[in-house]
Each structure stands twice: as structure tokens, then as C-alpha cells.
């Protein structure tokens, strides 16, 4: 009002702003509801499985006894599935084990084309071409897999020799391109036992092997009759423990089939 007292003006706009922004500041903050859960997150797909674990595979030789102090000429062959990753020691467990051998001399492995040949690659090549027991290292052989020194063609053949007090057993191994995927379950090296061809050969000799698979064969032999006139005896005339000193007239019973000597 002119020439009145002055009155303050109002600005309505910025109280209401105030107010607005005073409200807007001071009102509570909304909490969110407890019992309200941020959803569980979902499992990652599982990654696709990889491919199966293949089988190994094996392949199937041949091994024929071709000498030996007491091989009398009769056929011996045996088939063998061996891995892939078999060695030259795994052969020779397989080749005792399937003629039934003793592991009781060391052996060798060379390449030939024929076992009497003088040419021989010896395997590892620094042994003699006829080693003594004294050369051989069986545990070189763990070392060489069997695969690579095992021809597949030409003339050439690996042979397997086992060294015994009565002389060297000889033995042709070969590829016989029969491959396949392992059996589950199987042991390696496996024998395939329906192949097999003639019976094993006799590793000490027919006498031998008939005498220690004698039940008697550890009784002592009967001596029957008086011993020589120039030797004498242990178990004096009375006390002869294989028939009597004197010839046993009475055909005692000594317990080995009489004094007489007869049953033997």
C-alpha cells in the first residue's frame, strides 16, 4: 500500500517447495518385508559330460616252443592278448604262465630270421649274441615295449630264450594282426586257452616231472639181498632196513614191498 506500512510478501512458490522438499526429506524410509526372500538363484547347467573312457586295445600273438633240453618236437603253440602298452617283461610272465613254467633262470629277447642263426639283434643290442646268466639284466625289459621290437612283416621274428641248468629253451613270438578292444573285467596279459595247440612242454624232463608228481616219489628205492662181497653194510646183517642182510629168507615185510627186492 503506498504510503502505508510495508507488509512482507508471501512467496507461496518457495514455501511450497519447502514444504515439498522438508517432507520429502524428513518422511521414514520404507523397509522391506522380512518375510519377503530374494528368490533363490537357479543351479548352473551341468557342463555335458565328456566322451566315455575309450577301452584299450590289445592285440594277440603267437608264441611256439621251437628248442628246449627236453622238448621232444611235439607242437606247443599258445595264443596271448597283450596291450598296447605291454613290454618285453609282461611278455615273458605271459609265455611262462601259459606253458607252465617255472620262473626259476633269467632270459633274453633277440630278432632273427631263424632261431640257429648267428645273426641275431640282440635285445637291448650291448648283450652277446649268446649271453651267460652273468649278462642278462631282466630288468631292462620293463623298459622296451613290446609293439615296436615286435615285427609284423618280412622274415625277421622275435624269439624268447629262458635260461635253465639243462640248457637254453627257445621260444618264436609273433604278430598275428588280430586286434580288439579290451574285455571289462579282464586281466592282461590273457591267455586265449581255446587257441591253444599241443600239451606244454616238460620243463624238467618226463622222468623228473613223473617222479615228483609220484606220491611215493620221495620214499627211499628198496634195496632187496645181501650187498657185496666188497662193500659194506651200513645197516649191518640184522638191522638192513631194505630187505634182510641175508636175503630176508622169510620174505619180511621191510615196508617197501618185501627183502626180495620183487616189486621193484
Known sequence: MRGGAAFPVLNLTSEIRFQKFDMKKTSPTK?????????????????????????????????????????????????VEMTEGSNLYDLHVAIQ??????????????????????ERDMLPPSLPPDPEKADIDDDVYEELK?????????????????????????????????????KPGEFYPLPVESLAVGPNPTQYGHDFDDFAEDPDAF????????????????????????????GDEDGGDDGYGGGDGDDW
Open 146 to 182: 613290446l609293439l615296436p621290437h615286435l615285427p609284423r612283416t618280412g622274415l625277421r621274428r622275435l624269439f624268447y630264450a629262458f635260461k635253465s641248468e639243462d640248457g637254453d629253451w627257445f621260444f618264436e613270438v609273433q604278430h598275428t594282426g588280430v586286434e580288439s578292444d579290451a
Open 97 to 118: 604262465a601259459a606253458v607252465d613254467f617255472d620262473e626259476e633262470g633269467p632270459f633274453f629277447f633277440f630278432q632273427a630270421e631263424d632261431r640257429d642263426t648267428e
Open 31 to 79: 523397509k522391506p518385508d522380512a518375510a519377503k526372500k530374494a528368490p533363490a538363484k537357479k543351479p548352473a547347467p551341468a557342463k555335458p559330460a565328456g566322451p566315455a573312457k575309450k577301452a584299450p586295445r590289445v592285440f594277440r600273438v603267437r608264441v611256439a616252443c621251437v628248442d628246449g633240453p627236453w622238448w621232444d618236437g611235439e607242437e606247443c603253440v599258445r595264443f
Open 219 to 246: 620214499r627211499p628205492p628198496a634195496r632187496g639181498g645181501a650187498p657185496d662181497d666188497d662193500e659194506e653194510n651200513p645197516y649191518g646183517d640184522e638191522d638192513d632196513r631194505y630187505g634182510g642182510g641175508d
